[in-house]
C-alpha cells in the first residue's frame, strides 16, 4: 500500500469548515484513498472513500487532485464531536485477508469554540 | 446500519491468565479482522478470518489464537496473557475485497 503523509495536529473552529490535507504521491492506479477518524479512547470510525472522483456523503466530502497525488477532507462545518485524530489510507482491496488496513500516525485535529 | 460490538470495553486480567476477547458483527460480512493497537506504532493486524473455520495469521500472531465457529462471531484468545499485551484491541469486519471495514469499540486490556 502506498505511503501517505499528514500533517501531525490541526486547529478549527467550531462552525467553520475543517480542511484535511493528505500527500499520496506514490499512489498506483487501483488504489482507493479511504479517510477513517478515531475519537479519542473509541474504535476508528469510517468516512468516506474515492478512487479518483470527489466523493460527498453526509460526514463529509473528499477531494482529489487530478494526478490523485493528494487529497484533501472537509468537514464542512467542523463541530466539538469531531475533535479525533483523522487517517487518510491508500490501498488496494483484494479478496481475502490482503485488505488489512495500515493506520499511520494520522491528523490530530481540534475544534474550539 | 453496520454493527460491531466487543464483548468488553476495559478488561483487567492478571498475568498467565486465558483470556478471551468476543467480537460479533451482524452485516453477514465474511471477513473479520483483529488488530491492536498502541501508541506510536499505529493499528497491527494480529489475525484475520475471511470464512467461518478460516483463519490466517497477520503481523503479529505470536501469542494470540483465534477462533471462528460461526460466521458473525470471531474470537480471540490469550492462551497465557502477559504484561506486553496490554494494548488496546480493535475488531473490524468488512463484507471482503475493497469493501470497507467497519471497527468494535474495542476493549482497552490491561495485563497485571
Known amino acids: 500500500d502506498a505511503k501517505t503523509t499528514q500533517p501531525t495536529s490541526m486547529d478549527c473552529a467550531e462552525g467553520r469548515a475543517a480542511n484535511l490535507p493528505c500527500n499520496h504521491s506514490t499512489i498506483s492506479g487501483n488504489e482507493y484513498v479511504y479517510w477513517y477518524r478515531q475519537i479519542h479512547s473509541q474504535g476508528p470510525q469510517y468516512i468516506i472513500h474515492?478512487?479518483?472522483n470527489n466523493e460527498t456523503n453526509e460526514m463529509a466530502s473528499l477531494i482529489i487532485t487530478e494526478d490523485r497525488k493528494s487529497s484533501t477532507l472537509i468537514l464542512p462545518h467542523a463541530t466539538l464531536r469531531d475533535t479525533a485524530v483523522y487517517y487518510c489510507?491508500?490501498?488496494?482491496?483484494?479478496?481475502?485477508?490482503?485488505?488489512?488496513?495500515?493506520f499511520g500516525t494520522g491528523t490530530q485535529l481540534k475544534v474550539e469554540l | 446500519d453496520v454493527k460491531v460490538t466487543q464483548s468488553s470495553r476495559y478488561l483487567v486480567k492478571r498475568t498467565g491468565e486465558k483470556v478471551f476477547l468476543e467480537c460479533v458483527q451482524d452485516m453477514d460480512h465474511e471477513n473479520m479482522f483483529w488488530y491492536r493497537q498502541d501508541p506510536g506504532l499505529g493499528l497491527r493486524l494480529i489475525y484475520f478470518?475471511?470464512?467461518?473455520?478460516?483463519?490466517e495469521k497477520g503481523d503479529i500472531p505470536e501469542g494470540y489464537s483465534v477462533s471462528r465457529e460461526k460466521k458473525e462471531r470471531f474470537s480471540l484468545i490469550l492462551e497465557s496473557a502477559s504484561t506486553n499485551q496490554t494494548s488496546m484491541y480493535l475488531c473490524?469486519?468488512?463484507?471482503?475485497?475493497?469493501?470497507?471495514?467497519?471497527f468494535g469499540p474495542g476493549t482497552r486490556l490491561l495485563v497485571l
Open positions: 478470518s475471511y470464512d467461518v473455520k478460516m483463519k
Open positions: 489510507i491508500v490501498r488496494e482491496g483484494v479478496t481475502g485477508g490482503g485488505n488489512k488496513l495500515t
Open positions: 474515492g478512487l479518483k
Open positions: 473490524a469486519s468488512t463484507r471482503g475485497g475493497r469493501e470497507t471495514q467497519y
